[in-house]
């Protein structure tokens, strides 16, 4: 059950690197992160930056698409605070580039299940935690359609398609569903997009992170 001195929680979904690490380091000034990602280093280095800031972070170091595991983290987050204030869902899975009549099966399943269909399942997990008065957000990036975004470009469509249709259904009672389209960033995963691009001239990770901070609770 929920306790009555409970600390805001948010919990960050693909929180280890990118815009999900940048935004779990300036949201820990205000929240407890509940910080889950597959990679346990980065998910320590991660915690090393939030205590540093004097933040704090429980760390939970597994697979989106693992049903099992996210409905025990889920379970436990109730059990210990009885609810979340925030989730901030950053978790993808970017293929290589690459012709549609070129697909590989392995790396059509592994975004379908990482950026579709575990945002199908996390949704009805996590909306019952976040209440009437929590907050989601999801981060577009309209790809789909475009030469040789068929994987990413479609898979990350269904995920926002999802979103929209959960934002329209919860904006009179709650939780506020948020879809920010953030500034390009010098993120690994741009960069397996767009090799040899200029990354000087991108919008630096810990800048789009404020920025959008800013915009959801400025």
């Given at each position: ?10 919990l960050v979904t693909g929180a280890s690197r990118g815009l999900g690490a940048a ?16 990679t346990t280093g980065a998910l320590e280095e991660l915690d090393d930056r939030i ?91 309209p790809k789909a359609g475009e030469k040789l975004y068929g994987v990413y470009g ?65």
């Amino acid at each position: 059950m929920e306790q009555t001195n409970a600390p805001k929680i948010a919990l960050v979904t693909g929180a280890s690197r990118g815009l999900g690490a940048a935004l779990s380091e300036l949201l820990s000034s205000d929240y407890h992160i509940v910080a889950v990602a597959r990679t346990t280093g980065a998910l320590e280095e991660l915690d090393d930056r939030i205590q540093a800031r004097g933040g704090s972070a429980t760390l939970a170091p597994m697979d989106i698409t693992n049903r099992d595991a996210m409905a025990q983290l889920c379970r436990s987050i109730y059990e210990r605070w009885g609810k979340i204030d925030l989730w901030v869902h950053t978790a993808v899975h970017a293929t290589a580039l690459t012709p549609a009549d070129h697909i590989m099966p392995k790396d059509w399943d592994k975004s379908l299940a990482t950026n579709a269909i575990a945002t199908g399942i996390l949704i009805p997990y996590i909306s019952p935690l976040l209440g009437q008065s929590g907050t989601a957000v999801f981060f577009d990036d309209p790809k789909a359609g475009e030469k040789l975004y068929g994987v990413y470009g479609a898979t990350k469509a269904t995920q926002i398609a999802l979103a929209r249709s959960w934002q329209k259904e919860t904006e009179r009672m709650g939780p506020r569903v948020v879809i920010a389209e953030p500034a390009p960033m010098p993120t690994a995963t741009r960069a397996r997009f767009h090799p040899g691009e200029d990354r000087a001239a991108l919008t630096p990770t810990m800048d789009v992170a404020k920025t959008l901070i800013e915009q959801l609770f400025g």
